[in-house]
T-cell receptor
Framework: GENVEQHPSTLSVQEGDSAVIKCTYS??????FPWYKQELGKRPQLIID?????GEKKDQRIAVTLNKTAKHFSLHITETQPEDSAVYFC??????????????FGQGTTLQVKP | DADVTQTPRNRITKTGKRIMLECSQT?????MYWYRQDPGLGLRLIYY???????NKGEISDGYSVSRQAQAKFSLSLESAIPNQTALYFC????????????FGSGTRLTVV
């Protein structure tokens, strides 16, 4: 069945360093890849997403890259700050007319940014 | 503000009891989902619904049932709660063709003792 694997499960970096979280997906029909950030005690919030017709997308300090051939996608956070500390989830979906659009999530990565 | 509201926020219940978690939304989205979150396992899909007459099982539906009472309301029931159903439960919504991911509710923390 559909599956998304996410690594690492925990990541600790110094403030100002970069952080990279990687995901792989199994369903080659997946065409939409969002990333969610969940702060402690709060709901997941969408931070960036990418569609399969794009290889890279950037929004200020965060960027996402997609390799459709290898079925890999990654989240890159540059110049990390303590407020980036949270759990991050990747997800994959097949959106479009007639498709379910349900998101399959990775297991999550706990990012700790040390001041 | 348009939002997704879950009730209750926290609940402790005993093994064997029936419990209902409720979700309502003011976003006008047609699709609604129930997920559970467990440490190290991420968010796993329990049930999803595209409209009042369309209910679908997710990857972990055993032990759960749902009801889509209206476009804006989607309830999750545990007919006979068991301790391994202790988890954080999230409702989420999305709009057909929106392609912008989900809007999550604030979550329900359920403890079965």
């Amino acid at each position: 069945g559909e599956n998304v694997e996410q690594h690492p499960s925990t990541l600790s970096v110094q403030e100002g360093d970069s952080a990279v979280i990687k995901c792989t997906y199994s369903d080659s029909a997946s065409n939409y890849f969002p990333w969610y950030k969940q702060e402690l005690g709060k709901r997941p919030q969408l931070i960036i997403d990418i569609r399969s017709n794009v290889g890279e997308k950037k929004d200020q300090r965060i960027a996402v890259t997609l390799n459709k051939t290898a079925k890999h996608f990654s989240l890159h956070i540059t110049e990390t700050q303590p407020e980036d500390s949270a759990v991050y989830f990747c997800a994959a979906s097949n959106i479009g007319s007639g498709n379910t659009g349900k998101l399959i999530f990775g297991q999550g990565t706990t990012l700790q940014v040390k001041p | 503000d348009a939002d997704v509201t879950q009730t209750p926020r926290n609940r402790i219940t005993k093994t064997g009891k029936r419990i209902m978690l409720e979700c309502s939304q003011t976003k006008g989205h047609d699709r609604m989902y129930w997920y559970r979150q467990d440490p190290g396992l991420g968010l796993r899909l329990i049930y999803y619904s595209f409209d009042v007459k369309d209910i679908n099982k997710g990857e972990i539906s055993d032990g759960y049932s749902v009801s889509r009472q209206a476009q804006a309301k989607f309830s999750l029931s545990l007919e006979s709660a068991i301790p391994n159903q202790t988890a954080l439960y999230f409702c989420a919504t999305s709009a057909l063709g929106q392609g912008r991911g989900y809007t999550f509710g604030s979550g329900t923390r359920l403890t079965v003792v």
